[in-house]
């Protein structure tokens, strides 16, 4: 989703799932966004991580998009894999500490990828990225730049690591 697309995230009663439906129309916006998807083989999302979650943006497009029809129920998403970024003020202990890394991993590598069934998700966070240390900012940069350079080659290289089911 980019975001200076002007998407609107606010689901509306247009594009409200109808289970009883499985090839329901959903709104222009929707229907748009579900083609440009169609056109790709893989998912990449880059997100702020705010209150240990998706930001509600993000929450909305996927609540838009990945409906019921296109992306569960009567059809699963054809995409084999996503990535999922998550930048986080906070530093790795600090997430790890009430395990929220795990939650959120959880909740997007399961909860979202593997019930629209793609089959390869991965939750890569980059941590403390408030951080005023001009280095480490450089390496946070570094870091991303390799996760898209490679992204067509971790599903192999971390299999085991990183398919649905096993631990993050």
Do not use: C
């Amino acid at each position: 989703m980019p975001l200076r697309s002007g998407f609107d995230p606010v689901l509306r009663e247009e594009d409200e799932p109808d289970w009883s439906n499985g090839s329901k129309k959903y709104s222009a916006e929707a229907e748009a966004e579900m083609e440009r998807m169609r056109r790709h083989d893989a998912l990449a999302y880059i997100f702020p991580i705010w209150w240990y979650g998706l930001p509600a943006m993000l929450k909305g497009y996927i609540d838009r998009v990945w409906n019921y029809g296109f992306a569960y129920g009567d059809s699963k998403l054809p995409h084999q894999r996503v990535l999922w970024i998550g930048l986080a003020a906070a530093t790795q202990e600090q997430l790890r500490k009430r395990g929220f890394d795990e939650m959120l991993g959880h909740q997007l590598n399961v909860g979202l990828a593997h019930y629209s069934g793609i089959a390869e998700s991965r939750l890569e966070i980059l941590y403390d990225t408030l951080s005023s240390d001009q280095a480490y900012m450089e390496k946070l940069l570094d870091d991303a730049h390799e996760l898209g350079v490679h992204y067509d080659q971790w599903h192999a290289e971390h299999a085991a690591r990183f398919k649905v089911g096993t631990e993050i």
